[in-house]
């Protein structure tokens, strides 16, 4: 009786066991309940999406998603995809999403779709997790096409019906029974009777094939560019539902800025600000630093959601990756939390750079693990198909918290990440749908950049999202260049005259300043008891001048733990937090009528520029960009409280620009050098104003704005056209990213800690995201910087300092 019982074979698997996740543990969630859950989650980012832009002229867009949805994860139904979610299962090598193609063609003559109706449905079914074709360059930029994993030598009957298997019988991938049962369920959701099912009709396997083969077909050419981007915008609806529904997180619908926010200002409004709050449509303002700029553009961002459709985003972007925390901070403490989260601060994201990249590359994975990719780094550790599942799992979760929140923190170079599109990012491409976009602080990109912004800003409107740029120093090619971008009218607000006082004695110092006589006169400042702000172009200098002062500043004030501090890049971001933190108590705003001393030391670099409300008695800064001198300036005697009326602002010669281009820094020079010849000792608004006429009307400035051209109009037929919406582009991430010059890398000795964050039950690299530390692309090879597949970062050797941050490499001796 025993021996009869070993060579049973099990009884056929029926659709109430056919699983689509290995979690939970105890009970994995079944395919038709993960079927049912992703469909019902489209409805969740169609109530915030809604027929935004160029959705509207697809009326069926919604309809096909849903359906899409349902039918996406059908093709786990095979056995082999059963046996691999199993603890210790093999695994099985093959698409799940190919063979749920087969379901989608027998539903569809049921169901009454139309041919496009079909095409579109199958597409996003096939593409949710890897593209159709290959990269046409041929690099092997991300995983394997579709086209390069199935094709001529593909054995279709041994992969989806019948598989050998050594020593054993053939595994049956789906048995007829499970068969019928799966479409009578799909049938019912799709309310639809079953499709008829002749004897001697195709196999799955066939209908898989031969559907897969019109697909590839299809999609092989290039097509209208309003199909394709609509086209991947389901596909990035899709995924997003996918991986929410995955995650089982909800999309948030409350929105922490209230539309009537200019109306609850608790001051009398400036003109600049009411005029913004009743722009509705594109807006550019100019106001000084110090006059409520930030208020103004959500005054204006909170007028936009009255009138658009939908649930929109607000979307905040600031130019660095340092400046993104601060930012949070005070819209989290500003804003209004949901009443019934229990919390104190509004639930603001914050789209992180590195960590959304690998967040978004796991979370688009399949389970369908390729032996050859995900398998082998699981299979090397001694793990199997569950443990990349839980990986998965993990990214997932992680990935849809930078998606839940409506207001949202970022930098552009993270949003133009969804120009990659594809079964990673479109779905960061589709949240730029029915947004609205603040631009704080636009002028501080280099042409290339600030030309692919523009290229984006014409793509958002397409999108039915609307564009607010703001800053204290906007050049006219910059705003000629903005309204040439949009089609729709973009309002110009410029704030009056008088709005901010007159705050700076402008000083030009020929001497450099890390010169001693430049070193002296802050040492003289700090025993004179003024807060002392110093700002220069590099890390290594701002290292190398607060190492010669911090000393003197803690004997001026040796009980307080913050007369010193440096603040750049090149930090942790968990320590540039709390160093902003203790910046902002220890330097705030002046109060009115305050006449007190304050005293204490700060360098920094550019990344005091932005979103830091700091207010400082006199300022020293190397010469840079005019926008740059001028915002600089803005950081001292903010508001023009000082009892002295006007402070001493002096801009320092360099000899070289870096990191700016030297013809800019040249042009700032000569632009501050002909204000001085002029007669003029003060740095106002009009000033800043003339400067900027000044500098851009140069030999550099003209090929600024050329260059800035040039690098809109290609960035737009490059990417932003999606006329081939299903080839794989992924090997442009990598490139966009180097471009940008940005990257986030993480310390060796910090690998420990950072493994402990990413894994467990709770790990995600969201929670590890403080240890890693904002790298230009050209300063890797100077740290040995390597690449880990493990934990999806680049890992560095370096000596590192919680004060001081991450020290420049130790240069080898050389001989002469």
């Not at 007159?502 to 700090?526: A, G, M, Q």
């Not at 005293?599 to 005019?626: K, M, Y």
């Not at 420990?752 to 467990?760: A, I």
Request: with cysteine.
């Amino acid at each position: 009786m025993a021996a009869r019982s070993l060579n049973r074979k099990p009884a056929p698997r029926a659709l109430t066991d056919v699983r689509a996740k290995s979690t939970p543990k105890h009970d994995p969630e079944r395919l038709t309940t993960h079927s049912r859950i992703v469909h019902d989650t489209v409805a969740q980012i169609q109530q915030r999406v809604a027929t935004a832009g160029v959705l509207a002229t697809e009326p069926a867009f919604w309809t096909r998603v849903r359906a899409a949805a349902l039918l996406h994860d059908a093709g786990k139904v095979a056995e082999g995809f059963q046996q691999q979610l199993l603890p210790g299962g093999t695994f099985w090598g093959q698409r799940h999403e190919v063979l749920s193609l087969a379901y989608v063609d027998l539903l569809a003559s049921a169901t009454g779709w139309t041919d496009e109706d079909r095409l579109m449905i199958a597409t996003l079914v096939a593409t949710h997790h890897r593209a159709l074709h290959a990269s046409t360059s041929g690099a092997a930029g991300g995983k394997p096409s579709l086209s390069q994993q199935y094709n001529f030598r593909t054995r279709w009957d041994e992969a989806f019906t019948l598989t050998p298997r050594p020593n054993c019988d053939p595994q049956i991938q789906v048995t007829r029974g499970l068969h019928r049962e799966l479409l009578a369920w799909f049938s019912g959701a799709l309310q639809t009777d079953p499709p008829s099912l002749p004897s001697g009709g195709p196999t799955v396997a066939d209908r898989a094939r031969l559907f897969l083969d019109e697909l590839l077909d299809a999609w092989r050419q290039p097509v209208a560019a309003d199909r394709g981007l609509l086209a991947v915008l389901a596909q990035g609806a899709l995924t997003l539902a996918d991986h929410a529904g995955s995650a089982h997180e909800r999309l948030q619908t409350h929105m922490p800025l209230p539309a009537d926010y200019f109306h609850r200002l608790p001051y009398p409004p400036y003109p600049h600000q009411r005029r913004a709050a009743e722009t509705e449509g594109h807006l550019v303002l100019i106001a000084p630093t110090g006059s409520g700029k930030t208020e103004a553009g959500l005054s204006w961002a909170g007028e936009q959601l009255r009138t658009m459709p939908g649930l929109p985003r607000v979307v905040w972007t600031l130019p660095y990756r340092a400046s993104l925390n601060a930012a949070r901070r005070r819209l989290q403490s500003d804003l209004n939390p949901h009443p019934a989260s229990g919390e104190d601060t509004a639930d603001i994201g914050l789209l992180h750079g590195t960590v959304a990249h690998t967040l978004l590359g796991e979370a688009a994975e399949s389970e369908c693990t390729d032996a050859d990719t995900d398998a082998d780094a699981d299979t090397t550790r001694g793990a199997g198909p569950t443990a990349a599942m839980a990986r998965q799992a993990r990214a997932r979760a992680g990935a849809m918290r930078l998606f839940t929140q409506r207001l949202r923190v970022a930098t552009p170079h993270q949003l133009l990440r969804g120009a990659i599109a594809g079964p990673v990012y479109s779905s960061v491409l589709l949240e730029q749908t029915n947004s609205v976009f603040v631009l704080d602080e636009l002028h501080a990109y280099e042409p290339e950049t600030f030309g692919r912004l523009c290229a984006a800003m014409g793509l958002w409107e397409r999108l039915g999202s609307r564009v607010a740029v703001l800053s204290a120093t906007l050049a006219p090619p910059m705003t000629t260049l903005i309204q040439e971008s949009l089609t729709r009218p973009v309002t110009c607000h410029r704030a009056p005259q008088g709005t901010s006082p007159v705050r700076h004695r402008l000083v030009l110092d020929e001497n450099s300043l890390t010169d001693p006589e430049s070193v002296e006169r802050l040492r003289n400042w700090l025993d004179e008891g003024h807060s002392v702000l110093a700002v220069v172009n590099t890390v290594a200098t701002a290292q190398a001048l607060y190492e010669e002062l911090a000393d003197d500043a803690r004997a001026l004030l040796p009980e307080d733990p913050h007369a010193a501090l440096l603040l750049h890049s090149r930090f942790r971001n968990r320590d540039r937090d709390t160093i902003e933190k203790n910046l902002l108590r220890r330097h705030p705003e002046r109060d009115a009528g305050s006449r007190s001393r304050r005293g204490g030391l700060t360098v920094a670099t550019q990344t005091v520029e932005v979103s830091l409300q700091l207010d400082f008695d006199r300022g020293a800064v190397e010469n840079a960009p005019v926008e740059a001198v001028a915002q600089r300036a803005g950081r001292v005697n903010r508001r023009g409280r000082h009892p002295q009326g006007p402070v001493e602002f002096r801009v320092h010669r360099t000899e070289a620009g870096r990191p700016y281009d030297d013809a800019a820094v040249d042009a700032s020079w000569k632009a501050l050098s002909t204000l001085v010849a002029d007669g003029n000792e003060t740095l106002g608004e009009e000033d800043i104003e003339r400067l900027l006429h000044l500098a851009y009307d140069t030999q550099w400035g003209r090929a600024w704005e050329a260059g800035a051209r040039r690098a809109r109009d290609d960035f737009a037929a490059t990417f932003l056209t999606f006329t081939d919406p299903f080839r794989d582009r992924s090997e442009f991430a990598d490139k966009l990213s180097e471009q940008f010059d940005s990257v986030e890398v993480l310390l060796r000795e910090d690998v420990d800690e950072y493994r402990d964050l990413t894994t467990g039950p709770e790990g995600h690299a969201l929670r590890a995201a403080g240890l890693l530390i904002p790298l230009r692309y050209g300063q890797l090879k100077t740290y040995n910087a390597q690449y880990e597949r493990n934990l999806g970062v680049r890992v560095i050797d370096g000596t590192y300092d919680g004060t001081i941050g991450l020290k420049p490499p130790t240069e080898p001796d050389t001989i002469l």
